[in-house]
Nanobody, 125 residues
């Protein structure tokens, strides 16, 4: 049974940093696509960052490139280091995983079968 559990969200000020964690079970992140998405109130869920299925490639949305870094460890946990946070980064952040998503669709939420419950990130100005 695949489970994804996010943690690390909170309330911070603009310019601060946060690190989100996604603890996974029931899968091996070395051969699954694992990604972070976010959803702000009234907006669609959007891709933030993620790994390809092989784990050898990383992808970032233009809005976070250079500020956020995705990483993983040997315990099947995926992290999202968020630096220089902005108020527009405020959202619920979700971890997602799928074993068959292809590169051309890697930023599409509907391509991911498994999701965590989300963790709230609020950035005040």
């Amino acid at each position: 049974q695949v489970q994804l559990v996010e943690s690390g969200g909170g309330l911070v000020q603009a310019g601060d940093s946060l690190r989100l964690s996604c603890a996974t079970s029931g899968l091996t992140i070395s051969n699954w696509a694992v990604a972070w998405f976010r959803q702000a109130p009234g907006k669609e869920r959007e891709y933030v960052a993620g790994f390809s299925r092989s784990g050898s490639n990383t992808y970032y949305s233009n809005s976070v490139k250079g500020r956020f870094t995705i990483s993983k460890d040997s315990k099947n946990t995926v992290y999202l280091q968020m630096n220089s946070l902005k108020p527009e980064d405020t959202a619920v952040y979700y971890c997602a995983a799928d074993r068959s998503v292809i590169t051309s669709h890697i930023m599409v939420p509907s391509q991911y079968d498994y999701w965590g419950q989300g963790t709230q990130v609020t950035v005040s100005s």
